[in-house]
């Protein structure tokens, strides 16, 4: 690991600092690229107890790249302790590779079939002129634009706005829906395990990226994602 030779020169050096002292100025010398606060605990502790390197034991057997219950607990349990957590973190706390193939939920017959008939629905309202493109907010976009939203629909405010986003547990919690419901904000119906039927998820925010490179100035970034 590239920040070996600091980390050893901290936590050798300065064996009373604390473990957040540490990755401060770990955090201060490497940047974005410093372990994460949990990976600083972990090697502080080994080092203190003669540990000679921070480098990973070697691990037998192939590497795990599977989609499993087991692995999404893994990466849901560093995440949970570092928010902040990166990929290179994530790996090297898990072990799962970066490589690994995504494998879309199997649906079964009867979410498929819900599937088919939620598109159809929605389908059907934007061809008969009852729903609007121009009235659609994403989820990711709400926060932002609900106060102009108010300011320039002084009458209606949000009712009538219809929100897009998928079936994630916090979109589905009660607190939720009653305060969509309140505001006058109408739900998508938006069927189980379809992430490519949000838009911005499945190929939106990697077209912006890829607009966004080598752009000189303000207008160009504007005319890139516009």
């Known amino acids: ?22 990755h401060e100025e770990l955090a201060t010398v490497l940047g974005p690229k410093a372990p994460s606060y949990p990976t600083v ?20 057997g192939r590497p795990v790249s599977v989609l499993t219950d087991e692995n999404i607990e893994l990466v849901r349990q560093v995440i949970n302790n570092d928010p902040h957590s990166t990929y290179d973190d994530i790996i090297a706390e898990t072990s799962l590779s970066l490589t690994s193939r995504w494998i879309p939920h199997q649906l079964n017959d009867e979410q498929k079939q819900e599937r088919v008939r939620l598109c159809r629905e929605n389908l059907a309202k934007f061809r008969d002129g ?25 009458s209606n405010g949000t009712k009538g706005i219809k ?25 998508i119906p938006h ?3 379809s992430p490519d039927l ?4 499945y190929w939106l925010n990697d077209y912006i990226k890829q607009n966004l490179t080598e752009k000189p100035d303000e207008k160009s970034l504007a005319r ?3």
């Open 130 to 154: 009852s729903w609007r493109l121009c009235d659609i907010i994403t989820e990711n976009r709400l926060k932002l634009v609900v106060k102009e939203i108010r300011k320039q629909r002084k």
């Open 198 to 201: 949000a838009l911005y998820d």
């Open 191 to 193: 069927p189980p395990y």
């Open 163 to 187: 929100l897009l986003h998928d079936n994630a547990s916090p979109h589905r919690h009660s607190d939720v829906i009653n305060y969509l419901t309140e505001e006058g904000i109408n739900i």
């Open 1 to 22: 690991m590239e920040f070996e030779w600091i980390f050893k020169t901290l936590e050798i050096t300065r064996r009373t600092a604390t473990f957040q002292t540490i």
């Open 41 to 60: 605990v972990e090697w502080a502790k080994r080092l203190r107890e003669g540990r000679e390197d921070v480098n990973d034991d070697p691990r037998s």
């Open 224 to 226: 890139a994602v516009s």
